[in-house]
């Protein structure tokens, strides 16, 4: 008996309204999403490099580094890093598909402000020393600009 469902292009569409978004509004949008991606991997990609070749700038290795050791902030660092890569094609898969990409902005956004509060409970337990310099701030700076291209992008297709 379950093989004998069949169920309709327009039956899932009326099932599920935010599943691909119109294709007349996609074509509309898409070339501003499109440049917003671009400039969303581009700093993220100046991030990453930034946070790989000069760990002393990103606040999270200065403070796990100073908590738990060298030998385990690397490894969690490019555990950040893969996470932020496998969200992004995720993300870019949706958007290039046109399958569930609002909800796809919607988990980017909920994880990139996950991290982004946690380098702001960082920068807080840091306030006080001298670990807390102008280029960890300006990688804060860079992160928020992507939260809120990724926002734009959201409240595009929304």
Not at 7 to 32: G, M, Q, S
Request: net charge negative; aromatic share 12%; proline share 3%.
């Amino acid at each position: 008996m379950k093989d004998d469902i069949r169920v309709t292009e327009e039956e899932l569409d009326a099932l599920f309204p935010h599943n691909k978004i119109n294709e007349t509004k996609l074509e509309d949008i898409r070339p501003r999403i499109q440049a917003r991606c671009l400039l969303i991997l581009l700093i993220f990609v100046l991030r990453a490099v930034v946070i790989v070749y000069y760990p002393e700038y990103s606040l999270v290795s200065t403070y796990n580094e100073r908590l738990l050791g060298a030998e385990v902030s690397v490894p969690m660092t490019h555990i950040r890093l893969f996470l932020a890569v496998f969200l992004s094609l995720i993300y870019l898969f949706s958007f290039y598909k046109n399958l569930f990409f609002s909800y796809a902005s919607v988990v980017l956004l909920i994880v990139l402000c996950g991290l982004t509060w946690i380098d702001l409970e960082i920068i807080l337990l840091l306030s006080s020393s001298n670990d807390l310099v102008l280029p960890s701030l300006g990688l804060l700076a860079i992160k928020l600009v992507g939260v809120v291209l990724i926002w734009q992008n959201f409240r595009d297709v929304s």
